[in-house]
T-cell receptor, first 111, second 112 residues
Framework: EAQVTQNPRYLITVTGKKLTVTCSQNMNHEYMSWYRQDPGLGLRQIYYSMNVEATDKGDVPEGYKVSRKEKRNFPLILESPSPNQTSLYFC??????????FGNGTRLTVT | SQQGEEDPQALSIQEGENATMNCSYKTSINNLQWYRQNSGRGLVHLILIRSNEREKHSGRLRVTLDTSKKSSSLLITASRAADTASYFCATAAGSNDYKLSFGAGTTVTVRA
């Protein structure tokens, strides 16, 4: 089954403790992207990647890192999480940036 | 910054009625997409309309695009309870299709 898999689904952590949210897709898509969703703000793009070793900033990249060493994986790294990064995070993939396939989300709480 | 903004923020209709929501955007686009989100789950792609198209249909969905007004509308005909969801438009400003921007969405509730 074609899918985008994010892990974990839920994560509660403390300020400053490094964490990684994994994202994997099995559709051989070149394009992958991370979004955060906050009430009243819709989805905001954090980072995107057009292919392996090609990443670029979205609208809200501060406090986040990404890497794209393999085509199927696009992890999101929070080196020093803060409470304002409490949010619902989505990974998505596609060919060419259109018709995105989304994962089921990771709900992150930073205390 | 948000490129697309949906209107209204929320909509409540009776099963069988039509639901219409609008999306306005700020700069020129190559295409516009509509997505649906069920209760905190991942978004699902509904339809894409290109800048040289004025109208597109997919099942009970009808999307229009007016580039002169920088706006699009999504019409869901003969709504069902399963259509209860949030609907988002997504656009990419200028020529960069990779940098997608979503609006805050329209929450649609279909009453039985």
């Amino acid at each position: 089954e074609a899918q985008v898999t994010q892990n974990p689904r839920y994560l509660i952590t403390v300020t400053g403790k490094k964490l990684t949210v994994t994202c994997s897709q099995n559709m051989n898509h070149e394009y992958m992207s991370w979004y955060r969703q906050d009430p009243g703000l819709g989805l905001r793009q954090i980072y995107y990647s057009m292919n392996v070793e090609a990443t670029d900033k979205g609208d809200v990249p501060e406090g986040y890192k990404v890497s794209r060493k393999e085509k199927r994986n696009f992890p999101l790294i929070l080196e020093s999480p803060s409470p304002n990064q409490t949010s619902l995070y989505f990974c998505a993939s596609s060919t060419g940036g259109l018709t995105l396939h989304f994962g089921n989300g990771t709900r992150l709480t930073v205390t | 910054s948000q490129q697309g903004e949906e209107d209204p923020q929320a909509l409540s209709i009776q099963e069988g009625e039509n639901a219409t929501m609008n999306c306005s955007y700020k700069t020129s686009i190559n295409n516009l997409q509509w997505y649906r989100q069920n209760s905190g789950r991942g978004l699902v792609h509904l339809i894409l309309i290109r800048s040289n198209e004025r109208e597109k249909h997919s099942g009970r969905l009808r999307v229009t695009l007016d580039t002169s007004k920088k706006s699009s509308s999504l019409l869901i005909t003969a709504s069902r309870a399963a259509d209860t969801a949030s609907y988002f438009c997504a656009t990419a400003a200028g020529s960069n299709d990779y940098k997608l921007s979503f609006g805050a969405g329209t929450t649609v509730t279909v009453r039985a």
